[in-house]
């Protein structure tokens, strides 16, 4: 990770518990956030992820829609998942957000968040924005 992700997710790591679901839902309250703020330089497949995502965590989604968006994701990407070009690193950033923090492991997924976000060339003033307002840091 580039060095202020990796000092923005070791401020995150060490201040909040992960394991705590009430952590969890602020952490993918978090990116929710980030990500609406940069949904204009996402590409128009990625546009409406926060937005279900957000409607999941407000319980006006079902986790089956949340699902199809993700494997919606993941067909525009298919073949080139692993590319490291920037339009797939910011599909996988918006699919990281269709992830429930409370299966799995929540600080993985954390991590990968903050790493595609930086590989895919999103805004890291947002990405700081968002950090202070969700966690004072």
């Keep these: 990770m580039q060095?202020?992700?990796s000092r923005l997710f070791d401020a995150i790591a060490s201040a909040v518990d992960l394991d705590d679901p009430a952590e969890q839902l602020l952490a993918q309250r978090f990116m929710i956030e980030a990500i609406e703020r940069v949904t204009?330089?996402?590409p128009e497949v990625a546009k409406?992820?926060?937005a279900v995502a957000?409607?999941?965590i407000a319980g006006a989604?079902?986790?089956e829609e949340v699902i199809r968006e993700r494997v919606r994701l993941w067909r525009a990407i298919e073949g080139r998942d692993q590319s490291d070009a920037p339009d797939v690193l910011k599909i996988r950033t918006a699919i990281c957000v269709l992830h429930p923090m409370d299966i799995g492991a929540p600080a993985?997924?954390?991590e990968y968040f903050f790493y595609f976000w930086q590989q895919?060339?999103?805004s890291q003033?947002?990405?700081k924005a968002a950090v202070q307002n969700n966690y004072g840091i």
């Design 3 to 5: 060095m202020l992700n």
């Design 40 to 42: 204009s330089q996402l």
């Design 48 to 50: 409406s992820a926060a």
């Design 54 to 56: 957000y409607r999941y």
């Design 61 to 63: 989604a079902t986790a």
């Design 108 to 110: 993985e997924t954390l």
């Design 120 to 122: 895919g060339g999103l």
């Design 125 to 127: 003033a947002e990405l």
